[in-house]
C-alpha cells in the first residue's frame, strides 16, 4: 500500500525563501553547501529501504536536512525491542507500521519533505518514482539500512538495473559495514554482490547478535552523511578513482572505534553488474 | 619463505599459496567472508589465481547484514 502526503513545495525559484534560509542556515553557511547545494537538496529524492534503526535514523537527517522528497520502505511493525535504538519510535506506536509511522512523525519534523511510505516488502516497481525524478535530472539515491542479507541482495541488483546510486550501510554486535556505489559515474568499483555474492554464507544480524543503539546511530550517520555528499555533488569534479566516498568500503569497530577502510573492485564476472559469465570458484 | 600478514597476525609460507588455499588453511569457507589485500577488495572469483607475495596484508571478514 503506498500513501503520500503533499506539501508546500520549498521553492518553486531558483532562491531559498527568508523562512528557509533561516533553517537551514547552518547549512548553507558552508561553502561546500550554500544556497545552490541547499536547493540541490530540496530537489532530490531518496529511497529509505528499512525504516528499522538505521532507517529511522537516516530518514531523520535527511528529510530535516531539507532534501525535497523520501520514500520510505518497510514492512515491519514497530515493536517493543525495538524502543532503545529506534527513537523514533515510542510506546504508542507498538504494532503499527514502520514506513507509516516514521511517515507521520517526519511530516510534523520536516514539513519540507514529500514523503510517500511503503508498508510492503521492497520491490523494484518501487524505485519507478525516483526513476522518473532521475529522468528529470533530479539528484537521485537509494539507501539501503535492512536488516537482512536476502534483501541487501535484490536491493544491490535493483540499483544496478536502475542505475541508481547505492549507499548501504549495516550493523550488528559491534561490527558496521558501509560503501557507496554508483554503476554511472564509478562502475569499476562494481556491487554489493562482487564483495558478497548471493550465496554467501551469513550469520551476522542485529536479532540474533545484539547492538547498542549508538553503534547503530553511528553508522545512520555515517551513511547520511555519505549519502548528503553524494546529493550535493562534492568532488563530482573528482573522476572515479580518486572519488574519496564512491567505491570505498568502511568497516566499524564499535569497541575500538576504529574505522578501516578498502577500495573496491568490481568483479567482472559477477552475476549481477559484471559483463561476463561467473566461473565457479568452489570447486 | 615468505611473510604475509593476516588480520595483523604475522604468518610465514614456505611455497606459493594463493589466496583461495590461504583461506582454507585457515578452516575458513570460502563463501563465508569478503578479502581485502593490501587496503583493496578482491572478488571471490580471484582468489584462487592470486599468489600471496611477501609482506602481503590481508584482512578476512564476514558480511554484516543487520540494521
Given at each position: 500500500m503506498q500513501?503520500?502526503?503533499?506539501?508546500?513545495?520549498?521553492?518553486e525559484c531558483n532562491t531559498l525563501n527568508d523562512k528557509d534560509f533561516m533553517r537551514y542556515s547552518r547549512q548553507v553557511l558552508l561553502p561546500e553547501v550554500g544556497e545552490a547545494g541547499q536547493l540541490r537538496l530540496a530537489d532530490a529524492h531518496v529511497v529509505v529501504v528499512g525504516i528499522g534503526g538505521l532507517g529511522q535514523l537516516a530518514a531523520q537527517y535527511l528529510a530535516c536536512a531539507g532534501v525535497g522528497e523520501l520514500t520510505l520502505i518497510d514492512m515491519d511493525k514497530v515493536e517493543v525491542s525495538n524502543l532503545p535504538r529506534q527513537l523514533l519510535f515510542s510506546d504508542a506506536d507498538i504494532g503499527l507500521n514502520k514506513a507509516l509511522v516514521a511517515k507521520e512523525r517526519l511530516n510534523f519534523l520536516a514539513p519540507n519533505?514529500?514523503?510517500t511510505a511503503y508498508e510492503t516488502s521492497f520491490n523494484i516497481k518501487q524505485l519507478y518514482g525516483v526513476l522518473q525524478k532521475k529522468r528529470q535530472?533530479?539528484?537521485?539515491?537509494?539507501?539501503?539500512?535492512t536488516d537482512n542479507f536476502e534483501t541487501r541482495q535484490l536491493i544491490n541488483r535493483s540499483c544496478v538495473e536502475a542505475y541508481l546510486p547505492l549507499v548501504s550501510a549495516s550493523i550488528a554486535a559491534f561490527s558496521g559495514q558501509l560503501f557507496a556505489v554508483d554503476q554511472i559515474s564509478f562502475p569499476s568499483s562494481g556491487c554489493y554482490h562482487c564483495i558478497f555474492p548471493a550465496h554467501t554464507r551469513v550469520s551476522h544480524s542485529c536479532s540474533t547478535q545484539g547492538v547498542l543503539g549508538p553503534s547503530v546511530g553511528v553508522m545512520a550517520s555515517m551513511?547520511?552523511?555519505?549519502?548528503m555528499q553524494l546529493l550535493l555533488g562534492m568532488d563530482s569534479r573528482c573522476d572515479g578513482a580518486l572519488h574519496p566516498l564512491l567505491g570505498h568500503f568502511w568497516r566499524f569497530d564499535a569497541k575500538s572505534l576504529s574505522w578501516i577502510s578498502a577500495k573496491l573492485t568490481r568483479d567482472p564476472y559477477c552475476d549481477v553488474c559484471g559483463v561476463r559469465k561467473a566461473i565457479p570458484y568452489l570447486t | 619463505?615468505?611473510?604475509?600478514?593476516?588480520n595483523n597476525v604475522a604468518q610465514s609460507l614456505t611455497q606459493p599459496t594463493s589466496l583461495?588455499?590461504?583461506?582454507?588453511?585457515?578452516?575458513i569457507a570460502l563463501d563465508s567472508i569478503a578479502l581485502v589485500l593490501n587496503t583493496q577488495v578482491v572478488p571471490r572469483n580471484r582468489w584462487q589465481t592470486i599468489l600471496c607475495q611477501h609482506e602481503d596484508k590481508l584482512e578476512l571478514f564476514s558480511a554484516v547484514a543487520g540494521g
Open positions: 500513501v503520500m502526503n503533499k506539501p508546500d513545495a520549498i521553492t519533505c514529500t514523503i535530472g533530479k539528484c537521485t539515491l537509494v539507501l539501503d539500512c551513511q547520511s552523511l555519505v549519502a | 619463505m615468505i611473510l604475509i600478514h593476516i583461495a588455499e590461504l583461506i582454507l588453511a585457515q578452516n
